[in-house]
Structures are given as C-alpha cells and as structure tokens.
C-alpha cells in the first residue's frame, strides 16, 4: 500500500513536471505570438500615420469608433469617439443625402463619393471612400471612411484645363483677327476716303430739301461705319493679344501708379457713381513689377470696368496693392455687385463670353486680362459669391 502511494505520489509529480513544461512552452509560445501580434501592429499603426487622409471607423448607425491622427490636424473637434459623423464632419443635425457610408453598408460594397465640406472657414472638395469591413459571414459591422482633400488637386486640374483652352481658343481667335484685320482696315480707309469727299459732295448738290437730306445721310452713314470700324479694331486688337509675343521689352511697372492712371481715365464715367463708390488700398512699399505698362493699364481697366457694370451705381469696389507671399504681388478689384453665378464661373475667360446685353458687352475684357497676364508670367483668380460680389486678383512674380 506504502509502494502503491509512493508510486502515484511519484506518477503525479510526473504529470505535475509534465503540466507545468507545458505550461512553460506555451507561454513562450505565447510571448512570441504577442511579440508578433505587437510587431503587427507597429507595422500596421506605421501604415495608418503614413497615410495623410482622414480616417475614421463609423458605426452602422453612424457613430464614430475611432479615427488617425490626421483627423485631429484636421477638424477641430477633440473626442470625436461616440459622436454622429454628420454632425463632426459636416455640423448638420442628420445625416446626409446621399451618403457613402448608407450605400456601402445597404449594398455592402466599397462606395466613392465627392462631396464640398467647410473646413476651418474655407470649402473644400473631399473625394470620400466607404468601405465596409465585414465579420466571417461577410456582413458588414461597421464602416471605414477615408476622406481625402482633393481641393488642390482640382484646382490645379481646372487651371490646366483652363490653360488648354485658352491656347487653343488663342490660336483660333489669333488667326481670324489676322484675317479680320486686313480687311477691315479697307473698309476704313475707304470710309476714311467718303468723309474727306464729303465736302466736295456738299458743293456739287443742289439746295433742295431732298438734296440737304441726301448729304445728312451720307454724313451720318460715313461716321457710323468709321465708329463701328474703331470698335472692330479694338476688339480685333485685343484678340491679338492671343497670339505669342516676340522680343517683349518688360520694363518696371508701378501697380498703385497704375491704379491711379486708370482712375484718371475713367473721371468721366465715374460721374455717374456716388464719390466713394471706390476705395483705395494701396501698399505704398509695393516693388515695382516688369511688364509693359500699357497691356497692364488695359487689365486694370477691364477690371474696374467690370466691377462698375456689376455694381450698377449702388455697391462699393476696392482696389487693393499688396504682397500676398514672398514671391507674389497682388492688385485685386473687389466689388459688392451681382457676383458670378457657378455655372459661368468656368467659362469667364473666354473669347466673347458674356452675360450683358448686346451693344454692351462683348465678352473679350477678361479674356484679354487673361491673356495678357499670362505673358507676363502671372495669373488671375476670381473668387465670387453670387448676390454678394466678386474679387479679381491679379497675382505678378516679384522679380526684383
Ligand atoms: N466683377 C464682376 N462681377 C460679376 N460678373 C463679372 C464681373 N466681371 C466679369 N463678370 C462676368 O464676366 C463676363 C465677361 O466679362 P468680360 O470678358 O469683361 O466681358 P464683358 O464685360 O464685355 O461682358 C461678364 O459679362 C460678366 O458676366
Ligand atoms: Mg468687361
């Protein structure tokens, strides 16, 4: 009996020895699977901070789970975590319509849509991926959001696009105002001819009624056709204005001596507008910049002409000189006018786009201004909100 004891005492020291190496083998197991779980995760959490969208795992019934670090550089809001997506991303009260994030989760697929958000008082354009992640069964339990801020990338899309444009227009609009410009310039020099023959006419008609009307006519008609042949030439002028330039002299221009040029030009037409319809705010230490200072007066002055058409005597325009960086000099047109509708804004700039009534507007003013400040290394931005008024910024290189 003592023999037997011994011998199970013996087995179960044995079994105890045998437990407790098992034991030991898994937790070394175990530690080299949390090493790997955690290598893991390193590599994984390496992954998310390298990716500079914002991120964010949603609930079904949108609530936010979690979001990356670029979140938080993003959006002003500090615990994101249990809060409605809509109300963090977009501030409304329900969510929104259309929504990503109900496509992906109702058809279980990954949805892409673009969408405007005001972010820190700005809009931007976000392209948003809703991805659903799933459990085995393959049903979605909760959503990923991956919003990223592609305003810049389709801005500089639209002024490529823009630049496309306005070279092929440019070739186009070149080559009929050469083509216009010969013939044209017969037509007025023959007018030209009629006026300087009007008086030997006068002489050779009788004093008669019919005879004074006939002379009245043929005046009023050689004036006619000379007036409309200058506004021709203008037009013809500025479409000129497409094709490259050779040998261009830029000399140093002053933008606030420029801004006053123009005012002086226009002390006529501003008769009709209350005295301080215009402010001026004129960066007095601005650098000159190097142009042709006629092409630039003529952009100033389509853009002053504008912002007065848009104002029609009761809103107010401001002409600003300033540097906007280290490289760029600024002058902007503001006015407090009809602003621009978004569906003309991409068409502003080209040839003979306008909304005023003929005899009024012949829409090449802009595209002139685009033009010539393109040639000029520069560039123009409007920023408009329709009822409220437009800037026009004009944006020249320092190249002191
Ligand atoms: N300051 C402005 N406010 C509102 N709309 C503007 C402004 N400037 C230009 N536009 C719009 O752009 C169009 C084209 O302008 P432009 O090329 O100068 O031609 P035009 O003045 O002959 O119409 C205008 O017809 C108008 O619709
Ligand atoms: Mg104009």
Redesign the pocket.
């Known amino acids: 009996m003592k023999n037997t004891r011994l011998e199970d005492l013996i087995g179960l020291e044995y079994t105890k020895l045998g437990f407790f190496k098992e034991v030991q083998i898994k937790i070394s197991e175990l530690r080299a699977s949390n090493l790997e779980v955690e290598r893991k995760r390193q590599e994984i959490q390496a992954i998310l901070d390298g990716i500079t969208d914002v991120m964010a795992v949603v609930s079904l019934d949108f609530q936010i789970l979690s979001v990356n670090h670029v979140f938080f550089e993003c959006f002003e809001h500090k615990n994101p975590a249990g809060n409605f997506c809509y109300e963090v991303f977009r501030k409304q009260t329900q969510p929104c319509s259309p929504c990503p994030l109900v496509t992906a989760r109702e058809e279980n697929r990954v949805c892409r849509q673009m969408s405007i958000c005001p972010l820190k008082g700005k809009n931007r354009q976000f392209e948003i991926t809703a991805s659903p992640l799933r459990d085995f069964r393959g049903k979605p339990f909760s959503i990923l959001l991956v919003k990223r801020d592609v305003t810049l990338e389709k801005e500089y899309q639209a002024k490529y696009y823009q630049a496309e444009k306005m070279a092929t227009i440019g070739v186009l609009a070149a080559g009929v105002a050469h083509e216009i410009n010969n013939p044209l310039t017969a037509v007025s020099g023959f007018a030209e001819g009629l006026r300087r023959r009007l008086p030997r006419l006068k002489e050779r008609l009788g004093q008669t009624e019919a005879d004074r009307e006939l002379w009245e006519d043929f005046q009023e008609y050689v004036e006619t056709i000379l007036s409309e042949c200058n506004r021709c030439r203008d037009i013809v002028q500025s479409l000129l204005t497409f094709s490259p330039r050779k040998n261009t002299e830029f000399s140093p221009v002053n933008f606030n001596a420029l801004v006053r040029n123009v005012l002086k030009l226009l002390r006529y037409q501003l008769k009709r507008y209350p005295p301080d319809s215009i402010a001026l705010e004129l960066d007095q230490n601005i650098p000159d910049v190097r142009g042709i200072a006629a092409e630039l007066k003529q952009v100033v002055l389509?853009?002053v002409?504008?912002?007065l058409?848009?104002i029609q005597q009761k809103g107010k325009i401001a002409i600003r000189t300033y540097r906007a960086d280290p490289q760029w000099l600024v002058l902007s047109?503001s006015?407090s006018?009809?602003?621009?509708s978004p569906e003309?804004s991409d068409k502003?700039?080209e040839p003979f786009?306008?909304?005023?009534p003929v005899g009024?507007?012949?829409?090449?003013?802009?595209?002139t201004c685009y033009n010539i400040i393109r040639q000029h290394g520069g560039e123009i931005v409007v920023n408009?909100e329709p009822g409220k008024?437009?800037v026009?910024e004009v944006r020249m290189p320092d190249k002191r």
């Open positions: 389509n853009l002409l504008n912002a058409d848009a047109v006015d006018g009809c602003g621009i003309h502003l700039f786009f306008t909304t005023k009024k507007g012949t829409g090449i003013g802009l595209s408009s008024g437009a026009f």
